[in-house]
């Protein structure tokens, strides 16, 4: 997991020192570095990793895992079923919906994606997610 | 004295023998029955928010209050400077005769006094006395419990708390002296065939032709510079003691990166509200912090720690500071929701208001406190939404 999330890490670091001309970086190709980061850690540890699905991240966004405390069985729990939707955290603090098109700066900030993968992933699936997971997860916000 | 020479105040005629006589005299000047009825407004209205109303009622307790302080102001002035049965002179009775008409009384035996007999009299002044001292409790509780008012700059919580107990104990000893009075007045006029109570509201009774003539004219226009240039000091007095910061209230801003990372899904709780070991505690174990992971860089929360330990409870000296920290449930150290004083100030408020979406739940101090995120929860500031009332 460690070599693994390291490997994500400067495989986007990399992406974004090299997708722009040096000036600020578009929130979508910010997006994009984080995509393509996540992709190459999913084919180093998958040789048959055939890119990312908007389904299958629907279906993770969606699904019961079971493992979790009572208040927070899915994504979904505090999200709502649909990301186009504003979610509310169990504290009742609004949170702004996950698909891209109605919050642009989604998934533009590295750490920030890292930190609540890592956060919500345990809290909802009790483990951390692969690269591929993650990917789904974005390319899923990405369609909507 | 009124059993000096002259005795105004003093009747002849004996009680059991009234003669009625067609003519009245007017006794109580209109300052002794604007006084008297307006204090009687202040007065139930300041009881009835004290002790039956919601805590956000306090605002209209302030008020009554006030106007209480500023009646007993003005009889005080009017004591002095009135004229006839209005002025303090005119029914302050030495105490030996305060005891024969109490002897009397027992017996049925009391006789007829124009203005006040000398019991009556002697409740005049006990009762203010005793709204004197519940004003300056209830300022004194102001200002030490909610920390507001001229005394917050200077009073402790704990006097505040203290002293509110004392406020409590002289307003439910006024309710005992009310009782008496209304007794009393109930025995006179039945006694002298009296209606007293029309008479506190056309100023007029039965004259006697045996009572001299009142001493004393009143003299308004002093009065009524006293007044005015004792109510605008007192007034400038109060706003500039009411200016000065709060002793032990927190007012600066909160630390950027706390405000960011724990406002990211909760309302932000101001460090005073729990003591150290409770923020420490909650620093220790962000991986299961209230069933969700919330773990943070080892930097950031080494930074957390340094601030919320500095400016935790302890540090402060507001009502929720104080109380909060000193009910910490030793197995639940970490929620507010679970300290003694918090159950008991919400024990009345049904779990479906926490639990409705507009509040979202008993963590979510914002959807009733307004100024929850200063920590200030001032009285005046709680309000449930209105579809849960």
């Given at each position: 997991m460690i070599s693994c999330s390291r490997a994500t890490a400067i495989a986007v670091i990399f992406t974004m020192v090299t997708?722009?001309?040096?000036?600020a970086q578009s929130l979508p190709s910010a997006r994009k570095a984080i995509l393509d980061g996540y992709a190459a850690a999913a084919k180093q540890s998958d040789p048959g990793f055939h890119g990312f699905s908007a389904a299958a991240g629907q279906a993770f966004f969606l699904?019961?895992?079971?493992?979790?405390?009572p208040e927070t069985?899915?994504?979904?729990?505090?999200?709502?079923?649909?990301?186009l939707n504003a979610g509310r955290t169990r504290a009742g603090k609004d949170i702004a919906p996950m698909a891209v098109s109605r919050t642009?700066?989604?998934?533009?900030?590295f750490t920030k994606v890292e930190r609540w993968f890592t956060r919500n992933c345990r809290t909802v699936y009790g483990r951390l997610c692969t690269p591929q997971e993650k990917g789904n997860f974005i390319t899923f916000m990405e369609s909507l | 004295m009124a059993d000096s020479v002259g005795r105004p105040n003093h009747v002849k005629t004996a009680a059991s023998s009234p003669e009625p006589s067609p003519h009245t005299r007017k006794v109580w000047d209109f300052g002794v029955r604007g006084f008297h009825w307006l204090l009687v407004v202040a007065v139930v209205t300041a009881g009835l928010t004290g002790f039956?109303?919601?805590?956000?009622?306090l605002d209209i307790h302030l008020i009554a209050g006030t106007a209480i302080a500023a009646l007993v102001g003005f009889r005080v002035v009017w004591g002095v400077l009135g004229g006839g049965f209005a002025r303090f002179s005119s029914f302050l009775f030495a105490p030996a005769t305060i005891i024969a008409y109490a002897r009397g009384l027992l017996r049925g035996t009391t006789r007829r006094y124009l203005g006040h007999n000398p019991l009556g009299g002697l409740m005049v002044f006990a009762l203010l006395a005793v709204l004197t001292l519940i004003v300056v409790s209830g300022v004194i509780a102001l200002g030490g419990q909610?920390?507001?008012?001229?005394l917050a700059f200077v009073t402790p919580f704990a006097v505040g708390w203290f002293v509110r107990g004392v406020h409590k104990l002289l307003a439910l000893m006024l309710v005992g002296m009310v009782a008496a009075h209304l007794a009393g007045v109930l025995y006179e006029s039945r006694h002298e065939n009296e209606n007293l109570t029309a008479a506190m509201l056309t100023g007029r009774k039965r004259d006697e032709p045996g009572v001299a003539a009142q001493t004393g004219q009143g003299s308004w226009r002093l009065a009524s510079i006293l007044l005015l240039l004792g109510g605008v000091g007192i007034t400038a007095g109060t706003i500039g003691l009411t200016a000065r910061p709060a002793l032990g209230v927190p007012t600066g801003p909160l630390d950027g990166a706390y405000a960011r990372e724990c406002g990211a899904c909760h309302?932000?709780?101001?460090?005073?509200?729990?003591?150290a070991s409770s923020w420490q505690a909650i620093l220790a174990d962000l991986g299961h912090h209230f069933g969700e992971d919330a773990s943070l860089d080892p930097a950031i929360t080494e930074q957390l720690r340094t601030y919320l330990t500095a400016n935790a409870a302890e540090r402060w000296d507001t009502l929720p500071a104080v109380k909060f920290r000193q009910s910490?449930?030793?197995?639940?150290?970490?929620?507010?929701?679970?300290t003694g004083f918090w159950r008991r100030i919400h024990?009345?408020?049904?779990?479906a208001t926490f639990t409705n979406r507009l509040v979202?739940?008993?963590?979510?101090?914002s959807a009733c406190h307004s100024d929850a995120a200063a920590a200030?929860?001032?009285?005046?500031?709680i309000e449930i939404p209105e579809e849960l009332q």
């Open positions: 997708a722009g001309p040096g000036g699904a019961h895992p079971g493992v979790s405390q069985p899915s994504c979904s729990a505090c999200h709502t079923t649909s990301p642009p700066n989604r998934f533009t900030d | 039956f109303g919601a805590r956000n009622a909610d920390k507001q008012g001229p309302m932000v709780y101001h460090p005073s509200l729990m003591p910490i449930d030793p197995k639940d150290s970490v929620r507010i929701d679970a024990h009345n408020i049904p779990d979202g739940g008993r963590g979510n101090c200030r929860f001032a009285p005046q500031n």
